[in-house]
């Protein structure tokens, strides 16, 4: 998967014509007298002279509208605004509630990994064929249970789980949450940053809650989920990141612009702090692990030995790799830039997953002016195969 800006340009136009319609005013204005009314924005002044009335516009009006130092945005009450327009529905917005009360837990969880001995390894394998961390369990446990909880989800897919989970009919809703619980946790332990990746879809059928213990009905349940689950990026609703960092950032997009909202410990609540986000045009960051470059095939090495060719400018790329997707995508998605994960001799598809990572982030730079790419095809339009 490979995240960059598009450079664009384009120009764009405003022109605005206004019409004043004249009104005669008392005959005691003699040529002397002067006065102005704002009309759309602008003064315009209304001069008698002996030849009649002539109007004039003095310049525009510039209106500011004071902000309150106290006036926050939170992202509950963003939410609820999208609801009010009509971007989004009811359902959607428990289910983004949700998730963001998963997060915060998940934080609080991070920040004090060390001192609750939350830090190593668990013991086990997740599907993936990686050592779990503690927290990948505890994170995965937090992330299902704020889902199933929120009344609105049918089916929840984990990174650390095997399959795709059918949620209990009673608390059963309409949309399919795809998640990375906790991403990058294998830097848990030094403090770097990790971060946890959703994607929500709505279904395409339903699945089965209530089935016997018959090992084939069962099986076949399970693909019918895993079939549900399995769509390509293009149909996502709504994805975002959270990452766990010297700040808290929850970053989300539901089809209108990407929007940034940072956890207030004042106050308890994430708040918006940055709107419509937009990748740089030019950026001056490559990230790659580079560690792998022997691995590469050779036409992906000669790009990167384009990117430290310092060229005319005499400026060549810079590498920065932190080795946390989250933390890696989130720089790339400020200061603009190249972030890879490519296929190599040792994995053949690569070592990001389409379901959990790479369609979610590609929504999100895509909704940014950027672009997800596997080098040969959007991101957005392959469709899975397997989970």
């Not at 003064?43 to 902000?67: D, F, N």
């Not at 992330?143 to 650390?160: M, P, Q, V, W, Y």
């Not at 308890?268 to 740089?280: A, K, M, R, S, Y």
Request: glycine share 8%; proline share 4%.
């Amino acid at each position: 998967m490979v995240a960059a800006a598009i450079p664009t340009s384009c120009q764009l136009l405003f022109s605005t014509s206004s019409s004043t319609t004249s009104r005669l005013y008392p005959p005691y204005l003699d040529a002397k007298t002067l006065f102005s009314f704002p009309t759309n924005k602008r003064h315009v002044s209304i001069v008698r002279t002996p030849a009649g009335v002539r109007c004039q516009a003095l310049g525009a009006e510039v209106v500011v509208t004071k902000r309150s130092a106290f006036e926050i945005q939170t992202l509950t009450g963003w939410l609820l605004k999208q609801e009010q327009t009509g971007v989004i529905d009811a359902e959607l917005t428990i289910v983004l509630s949700s998730i963001s009360m998963a997060c915060k837990q998940i934080a609080s969880l991070v920040q004090r990994a060390s001192i609750s001995n939350l830090t190593g390894v668990q013991g086990a394998v997740n599907i993936q064929g990686e050592d779990q961390k503690k927290l990948d369990v505890i994170s995965n446990e937090v992330f299902s249970n704020c889902l199933r909880s929120s009344g609105r989800t049918g089916i929840i897919a984990s990174e650390e789980e095997d399959v795709p989970v059918a949620v209990e009919e009673s608390y059963s809703g309409n949309y399919i949450v795809v998640f990375d619980p906790l991403d990058g946790s294998s830097n848990i332990d030094a403090a770097v940053s990790t971060g946890s990746i959703f994607g929500i879809y709505s279904p395409n059928d339903e699945c089965l809650t209530e089935v016997d213990d018959n090992a084939t009905v069962l099986q076949q349940v399970e693909q019918k989920c895993i079939i549900n689950v399995c769509q390509p990026g293009n149909n996502l609703l709504a994805a975002g990141y959270c990452m766990y960092s010297s700040s808290v950032i929850f970053v989300l997009s539901i089809g209108q612009g990407v929007f940034s909202f940072t956890l207030d410990p004042m106050y308890g609540e994430f708040v918006l702090t940055q709107e419509n986000i937009q990748i740089p045009k030019s950026g001056k960051i490559y990230s790659f692990n580079e560690g792998n470059y022997q691995l590469w095939d050779d036409k992906l090495k000669k790009y990167i030995d384009d990117l430290k060719d310092p060229g005319p400018s005499g400026k060549p790329y810079s590498s920065r790799y932190i080795g946390s997707l989250v933390g890696d995508f989130h720089r790339t998605l400020l200061y603009g830039g190249i972030y890879g994960y490519p296929r190599d001799k040792n994995s053949k598809n690569g070592k990001l997953r389409l379901l959990y990572e790479c369609a979610p982030m590609s929504y999100l730079v895509e909704q940014a002016g950027g672009k997800g790419s596997d080098g040969h095809q959007r991101v957005l339009d392959i469709e899975p195969v397997e989970r």
